[in-house]
């Protein structure tokens, strides 16, 4: 055998081994025969057969009924190509038919004429499962697609938009047709930020998305429809990726129309928003009220901070006096002298009287309106102050309780007819109640000052009684003494004169230290030092206390610290002159750069500061006034040893 011929021999064996071990089935068919000749045992398994059982078999029996009919053509056709592939069902032994792949190729002599078939089979049964798995998953994921009320595009690696759902086109106002093939660049989009800025296609998610390969969640944009509606959507991308690849061959975009979503959070801003304003000039008036106790720019600051949440032509607070409701003050377009002191009783069918007997808040739509009432009030109303409410349609009142009873009325008007609602009342109420407290606490105010005034008056009669009255006791029983002696003793008569001088110059010291007590000016008028030397005199004249002194120049200090220190310093010798029993008292004022020390000292029977004793009273009322001015108060005293109080400002 030649070489050639061993070669061509090994070649025919390779393909006999690869005919007869391959994995699909293999059939050899002479190009005039209808039956089967040649096969591999790979062709006779996938039909449940063996190859004797298939040979010289027509070759229709293997395939299912409904495809028998396609055999010629697809035979003529082969023929005449030289190749074909096709897909057909095949029938096994059992009458289970299968799907198939079929490669026909035709083997022709030199002139073209077909010598025989050679055709491959392939059993594509799971091929075509997974297929119909695939197709299944796709309709099932189109279904929920399309029934989802979120929108959904698919941009391709360009950017364009190839796949949308219904509720895309719903959403944004457009057609299948219209979405796609547009990308985010497309001129016709018109999108803005939340600030209203443009927002650039470029930025948009999904060419964010395509460009970095970053997912996106709940971008928010505005988009124009073509009717130049705009809606706002909330976007989210996914970037869909080639497991070889690290760039996106596509985004899938979903969003959502959050338009509603959009304005309901708006409205809810705008709300807390007024809220807000509204809490903080009750706020604020709660706070001045509780700080300041002059009635009068108490209610005038109420009435200007409710002005900031409820819209009013005017406004005005009256007090209830007796049977009258009296106008205490007023903003609005009419004259304030005129308002202010304007009466309306609470016998007359009047607002007020239906606040008076309600307690609740009174709302009259048009105070011109036809109701008998509101004629019958007209009527008896003075014409010229009628005229001045020609323009004022609305009125509300609202009741100002103190302790359950009624003491005035809050009263608004408008110059729009149904102005004013139920939430304008309730929150009229909550600065009604700080009318009310601002009245009362300058009712108790006033009550407070009368009473401390009574006070006062008496303490200067008791002491005009021990010191004053006393020196002139004195005198008028020394004149008479130096009369006598005048008489009869000329030459003794130095000692009544002197006594009587002594007296004379301890009255004056009183009446000075007196008279500054009852004239506050005199302490910014004179200085703190003048008034504590004043006092200083007093004692000395008053008690024969030896009183030493030693004070600075005067302080560069409010006129607040000024009184508390000579308040402080008023009781303390009080105190010494009450209560310590002493012969001597030094009173000091020293200032340095960053503190100023007042120390008042006497040489007294002292007492022990843990315990009840006399004056304990006058020690808090000290220790209190210093606090108010964030001073520093101590008391350093134990029993023999006298007293010392010290003041420290920090300045």
């Not at 069902?89 to 077909?114: C, E, M, N, W, Y």
């Not at 003048?530 to 120049?553: E, W």
């Amino acid at each position: 055998m030649s070489v050639d011929e061993n070669s061509t021999g090994n070649e025919w064996l390779q393909w006999i081994q690869a005919f007869e071990h391959a994995e699909w089935g293999i059939v050899i068919n002479r190009a005039d025969v209808t039956t089967l000749e040649i096969m591999n045992a790979a062709f006779a398994r996938m039909h449940g057969c063996s190859i004797g059982e298939l040979r010289g078999q027509p070759i229709e029996s293997v395939f299912a009924p409904e495809e028998r009919a396609n055999l010629p053509d697809w035979i003529e056709e082969a023929h005449r190509k030289g190749h074909i592939s096709i897909e057909s069902r095949h029938l096994r032994k059992d009458g289970s038919v299968f799907p198939v792949s079929i490669d026909v190729t035709a083997v022709k002599d030199k002139q073209g004429k077909v010598l025989y078939r050679v055709v491959n089979v392939q059993d594509i049964s799971q091929r075509k499962a997974a297929e119909n798995a695939l197709r299944d998953s796709e309709q099932r994921s189109a279904a929920i697609i399309a029934t989802l009320t979120e929108g959904i595009v698919f941009h391709n690696a360009d950017g364009m938009i190839t796949l949308c759902n219904a509720a895309a086109e719903r959403i944004l106002g457009l057609s299948v047709d219209q979405i796609l093939g547009r990308t985010s660049i497309d001129p016709r989009w018109r999108t803005i930020h939340e600030d209203g800025s443009p927002f650039p296609g470029e930025t948009h998610p999904a060419m964010v998305t395509l460009q970095t390969g970053t997912s996106l969640s709940n971008v928010v944009m505005g988009i124009y429809k073509p009717d130049d509606s705009l809606t706002w959507i909330s976007i989210s991308t996914h970037a869909l990726f080639f497991s070889e690849n690290d760039k996106p061959y596509g985004v899938v975009v979903s969003f959502t129309d959050i338009t509603n979503q959009k304005s309901m959070y708006e409205l809810l801003e705008q709300r807390v928003a007024v809220r807000t304003r509204e809490l903080k000039a009750i706020l604020e008036v709660s706070q001045i009220v509780s700080s300041n106790l002059e009635l009068g720019s108490l209610l005038t600051i109420i009435l200007e901070q409710l002005k900031q949440v409820i819209d009013y032509t005017g406004a005005g607070i009256a007090k209830l006096d007796g049977d009258d409701f009296v106008i205490v003050e007023y903003l609005g377009p009419i004259s304030r002298e005129i308002m202010l002191g304007f009466r309306a009783s609470v016998n007359q069918d009047t607002g007020y009287r239906k606040v008076a007997e309600s307690k609740q808040p009174v709302i009259i739509d048009d105070i011109w309106g036809n109701e008998p009432w509101l004629n019958m009030l007209r009527n008896i109303t003075d014409k010229e102050m009628l005229a001045k409410f020609q323009d004022i349609h609305s009125w509300m009142g609202i009741p100002l309780i103190s302790h359950d009873q009624l003491i005035g009325v809050l009263r608004l008007d408008h110059h729009e007819p149904g102005h004013f609602t139920s939430a304008h009342a309730d929150l009229g109420l909550a600065f009604a109640n700080q009318a009310a407290i601002a009245i009362e606490n300058a009712r108790f105010h006033e009550q407070a000052q009368r009473f401390a005034a009574f006070q006062e008056r008496q303490r200067l009669a008791r002491e005009l009684h021990d010191s004053v009255s006393q020196a002139l006791y004195g005198i008028a029983l020394g004149a008479r003494t130096a009369q006598m002696r005048l008489e009869t003793e000329p030459e003794k008569l130095a000692e009544p004169l002197d006594y009587i001088l002594s007296l004379a110059e301890a009255g004056v010291s009183e009446m000075r230290a007196l008279i500054f007590e009852l004239r506050p000016e005199s302490l910014q008028n004179e200085g703190l030092v003048a008034a504590i030397a004043k006092q200083s005199d007093a004692l000395h004249a008053r008690y024969n206390l030896q009183v030493i002194t030693d004070f600075g120049p005067e302080p560069d200090i409010s006129l607040d610290w000024k009184e508390a220190l000579y308040r402080v310093t008023q009781e303390a010798m009080q105190n010494i002159a009450r209560h310590a029993h002493a012969t001597k008292a030094e009173v000091r004022l020293h200032q340095n750069d960053s503190c100023l020390v007042l120390e008042i000292r006497d040489n007294g029977m002292g007492f022990d500061p843990g315990r009840e004793h006399p004056g304990h009273l006058g020690l808090q009322s000290m220790q209190e006034r210093v606090a108010q001015i964030g001073g520093t108060f101590a008391v350093v005293s134990q029993p023999g040893m006298g007293t010392t109080i010290s003041v420290s400002l920090l300045l």
